[in-house]
């Protein structure tokens, strides 16, 4: 009967307390916020009041259980810790948090009526490190390669990207399945392309994207080997090949497996002449060049997959000539021709050309000597015409006085007789006169 009525007495009072402070309580109302951590993270849960009359704060997880009732632990769990407990604030953490701990959590106010706030606790999944599939080495120019990049352990949903030479690639299978705890995910994402030797040394990337990796996606990466028949190409040394001069040719062979070595051949037959074609490496060496070189080159390249050949028509030239300069040297000529032809009759005849001036040799005039040359010729010729024709006809004139002065005695005479006398007459006067022959 004692107990029964002390603890009626009991109950009577707190019962009376609270409804002196029913009516200062309504105005207090607990504040929380939403929480999202990354699994194995550690969460903060505060709940605020912003005026509280010393009426007391507990936070209990989503099974209903009580953690901290003011500065009081009441569940036994080692990952939970009390931050700070006074009348206005009640704030816990949770650390190497779980997907297990997700949930919604209460923050109570024990007022008249209790009064409570939700927080809800978001755990992310981290999504393992991804890998690539499906990669076989070496591949076959030509082939189709399929590439598959997987993760799991993500929650929600990983998002996986393509690469190649960090140029994204948009046209991709994506697949997405809940893994067996129902709560995280497995993602995964197929490539299909056709390689072709510029793929050789590529590398391709799968990126996992994810909001629990802070910016920092998780990749995983696969370097491309693509074998590829040998592609050739003749090099000369010098585009404009000479008689007597050397020449190189090299041939640039690329192919995977490398073509080693090389096989050179000219018109189709075997290099004509070792001693002065000499092969080094991917070098044909031509010593010194002849016509006889002329021809097509042949550059043949294999490997384990294929076979590939280059051609270079080779034609030599000749050196060509190299014309000395030539130095005009200025000069004033003047050229003067002169000659003198005497004829004397009786009494003295003469005739004299003298003093001809070549008219292309002008005062102040230049140019080479054989101009000079051919005009001193013409003047030389013009002048020896001209003797020839005054000689003739000085001894056609001498020729008629001749016949004049024999003729003189037979001009009076009655008969020949006296003819032949007169004229023999006029012979004897004329041995008295003087000729002079020049």
């Known amino acids: 009967m004692f107990i029964f009525f002390f603890l009626c007495n009991l109950s009577l009072e707190p019962a009376a307390a609270s409804k002196n402070k029913v009516k200062g309580s309504q105005g207090q109302f607990p504040l929380t916020q939403n929480v999202t951590v990354v699994e194995g993270g550690t969460a903060i849960l505060t709940c605020r009041v912003d005026q509280n009359d010393n009426t007391s704060l507990q936070w209990s997880n989503p ?14 769990d080692n990952r939970i810790e009390l931050v ?31 009064k409570t706030s939700k927080a809800y606790l978001t755990v992310l999944g981290v999504p393992e490190k991804p890998q690539i599939s499906g990669f076989s080495s070496p591949v076959m ?25 960090d140029k994204e690639i948009k046209d991709v299978k994506y697949l997405k399945e809940e893994d067996a705890n129902r709560k995280t995910f ?21 990126r996992v994207d994810h909001e629990s990796l802070n910016a920092t996606p998780q990749v995983a990466m ?12 003749i090099i000369p040394s010098t585009p404009f090949p000479q008689e007597g001069q050397p ?11 490398l073509p080693e070595p ?14 002065r074609m000499v092969v080094s490496g991917r070098e044909l060496n031509i010593l010194f060049l002849n016509k006889t070189d002329n021809g097509t080159y042949r550059c043949e390249a294999t490997n384990t997959i294929g076979q590939s050949s280059a051609e270079y028509v080779l034609i030599v030239h000749d050196v060509p000539n190299t014309l000395l300069p030539t130095t005009i040297i200025p000069s004033l000529t003047t050229a003067t021709v002169t000659t003198t032809v005497a004829i004397t009759t009786s009494p003295t005849t003469s005739a004299t050309a003298s003093s001809v001036r070549d008219p292309n040799a002008l005062a102040g005039q230049t140019g080479p000597d054989h101009a000079l040359i051919g005009g001193i ?13 005054l000689l003739g006809r000085y001894l056609a004139r001498h020729k008629g006085t001749y016949l004049t002065n024999e003729a003189k005695g037979a001009e009076d005479a009655p008969d020949a007789d006296t003819a032949i006398i007169n004229a023999e007459g006029s012979q004897v006067n004329a041995e008295e006169k003087k000729e002079y022959f020049i």
């Open 141 to 165: 120019e030509g082939d189709l390669m399929q590439l598959t990049c997987k993760t799991s352990g993500s929650k929600p949903a990983a998002d996986i990207r393509w690469f190649k030479n």
């Open 186 to 206: 497995t993602v995964s994402s197929t490539l299909d392309f056709r390689v072709d030797r510029s793929d050789d040394g590529v590398t391709v990337i799968c």
């Open 377 to 389: 010729v013409a003047v030389v010729v013009f002048v020896t015409l001209c003797s020839i024709f």
């Open 262 to 275: 090389v096989l050179w051949t000219k018109d189709g037959g075997e290099l004509p002449d070792p001693d």
């Open 84 to 114: 700070r407990a006074s009348w206005h604030e009640l704030s816990i953490s949770v650390s190497d948090v779980s997907l297990s701990d997700e949930g919604q959590y209460t923050c109570s106010l024990f007022t008249m009526p209790v």
């Open 222 to 233: 696969q370097v491309l080997e693509i074998h590829y028949t040998p592609s050739v190409k």
């Open 247 to 257: 020449l190189i040719l090299t041939c640039e062979s690329k192919g995977k497996p």
């Open 63 to 76: 099974a209903q259980q009580t953690l901290y009732f003011d500065d009081k632990k009441a569940l036994r």
